[in-house]
Each structure stands twice: as structure tokens, then as C-alpha cells.
């Protein structure tokens, strides 16, 4: 059994920042790959950023240059560092991790609870 934990969201002006984390537990082996969807009210679910195992990350074009994708692997958690956030940043942010297990299979794709961040102008 796998638990994804998210923290860190919130309400905060247009050029503020903050940073979402989202921790990992039970039986992992390893994780291949961490990431951030986020859903915007009335639009489909959409992918922020993404980062490997290796260290390569990768960005939806909307952020980058403004959000930063880091990933701890002693404590299972990955990072999205939010800055200069904008009005279209607003919606519910979901971490997605996939997982390796002690078995034989391949890594299975677990999601977080969901956090919100609300964006003011």
C-alpha cells in the first residue's frame, strides 16, 4: 500500500510564490518518475512538470521559467517551487508519482489528495 501526501497550498497575490511538496509512503522500492497535474475549475486536468529518477525534468510551457520541479529521493518527496504566479496558475494541484513495488511488476502511477492554490489579483 502506497500513501501520497500533499502540502503547501494556498491563497496568494499575483507575483507571489509558494511551494507545494508531496511525500510518498509504504512499499516503494523506487520511483522512476515524480510530477504535478493541476485542474482548473471547468477545464480538463493538465500536466505541470515532471522529473526523473536521472535528475531531467520537464515543464508545460505556461511555467516555465517560473516554476521549478525538485525531488528528494532519501525522503520520497518532490517539490514544485511556484514563483511570479499568475491568475492562470489557480485550480487544484494533484502530485503523481509512479511507484516500483517489491514485486515483479512494473511501476504502478499513484496521485495525491489534491491541494488547492487560489491566485489573487
Known amino acids: 500500500q502506497v500513501e501520497l501526501v500533499e502540502s503547501g497550498g494556498g491563497l496568494v497575490q499575483a507575483g507571489g510564490s509558494l511551494r507545494l511538496s508531496c511525500a510518498a509512503s509504504g512499499s516503494i522500492v523506487s520511483i522512476p518518475v515524480m510530477g504535478w497535474f493541476r485542474q482548473a475549475p471547468e477545464k480538463e486536468r493538465e500536466r505541470v512538470a515532471a522529473v526523473r529518477s536521472g535528475g531531467m525534468t520537464n515543464y508545460a510551457d505556461s511555467v516555465k521559467g517560473r516554476f521549478t520541479i525538485s525531488r528528494d529521493d532519501a525522503k520520497n518527496t518532490v517539490y514544485l517551487q511556484m514563483n511570479n504566479l499568475e491568475s492562470g496558475d489557480t485550480g487544484v494541484y494533484y502530485c503523481?508519482?509512479?511507484?516500483?513495488?517489491?514485486?515483479?511488476?512494473?511501476?504502478?502511477?499513484?496521485w495525491g489528495q489534491g491541494t488547492q492554490v487560489t491566485i489573487s489579483s
Open positions: 503523481v508519482m509512479d511507484i516500483k513495488g517489491p514485486g515483479l511488476g512494473p511501476p504502478q502511477r499513484y
